[in-house]
């Protein structure tokens, strides 16, 4: 069964300090990977995918993931956390030739000043 | 910049009772999808929908769900006779192409209660 994980539930980081956010899929074939976040009374926010190519992608907000084909995982980081940046965050792992998404359980981020 | 938007923010029903969730993709986007979350859950693809036809649905979508785009710029989706496992955040979302590389747009979610 495809499925996609977000092992931590809550993720707390001081501003200033590094972020990651887990990751990882079991997802048939090499399936195209996203992060999406959402703040409160608002819908899903593409930040970034990963589709081909360098390990390494950036997206919006300063924020980047890294695709590691071996764990079957895209984590997502900052170098530099802000009070603005909590909200929830949802990996989402589309298979190729497919239109859908599968989404994990979401991971909330809390960034205290 | 252009966002998806759904109506009613909160639906409240009863049991048994027909209910349409709408949507309003953004104008330049060939391929509408539904979402469903219940609470505590993860995120559920539901259906997608292009040119007027369903392309593809999950073992959740079944008689009691369907879509349409009644006009040019809605995509709805219908639960007949709703049960108390509706109940969830419903999201519907828009993409411009076809394939799974493409970003989907999300709007900010219909929260239906069955009661």
């Known amino acids: 069964a495809q499925s996609v994980a977000q092992p931590e539930d809550q993720v707390n980081v001081a501003e200033g300090n590094p972020l990651t956010v887990k990751c990882t899929y079991s997802v048939s074939g090499n399936p195209y990977l996203f992060w999406y976040v959402q703040y409160p009374n608002r819908g899903l926010q593409f930040l970034l995918k990963y589709i081909t190519g360098d390990n390494l992608v950036k997206g919006s907000y300063g924020f980047e993931a890294e695709f590691n084909k071996s764990q079957t995982s895209f984590h997502l980081k900052k170098p530099s956390a802000l009070v603005s940046d909590s909200a929830l965050y949802f990996c989402?792992?589309?298979?190729?030739?497919?239109?859908?998404?599968?989404f994990g359980s979401g991971t909330k981020l809390n960034v205290k000043p | 910049e252009p966002e998806v938007t759904q109506t009613p923010s909160h639906q409240v029903t009863q049991m048994g009772q027909e209910v349409i969730l709408r949507c309003v993709p953004i104008s330049n986007h060939l391929y509408f999808y539904w979402y469903r979350q219940i609470l505590g859950q993860k995120v559920e693809f539901l259906v997608s929908?292009?040119?007027?036809?369903?392309?593809?649905k999950s073992e959740i979508f079944d008689d009691q769900f369907s879509v349409e785009r009644p006009d040019g710029s809605n995509f709805t989706l219908k639960i007949r006779s709703t049960k108390l496992e509706d109940s969830a955040m419903y999201f519907c979302?828009?993409?411009?192409?076809?394939?799974?590389?493409?970003?989907?747009?999300f709007g900010p979610g219909t929260r239906l209660t069955v009661l």
């Open positions: 989402a792992v589309s298979p190729r030739d497919f239109n859908k998404f599968y």
């Open positions: 929908f292009y040119n007027n036809e369903i392309s593809e």
């Open positions: 979302a828009s993409s411009e192409v076809r394939g799974g590389y493409n970003e989907q747009f």
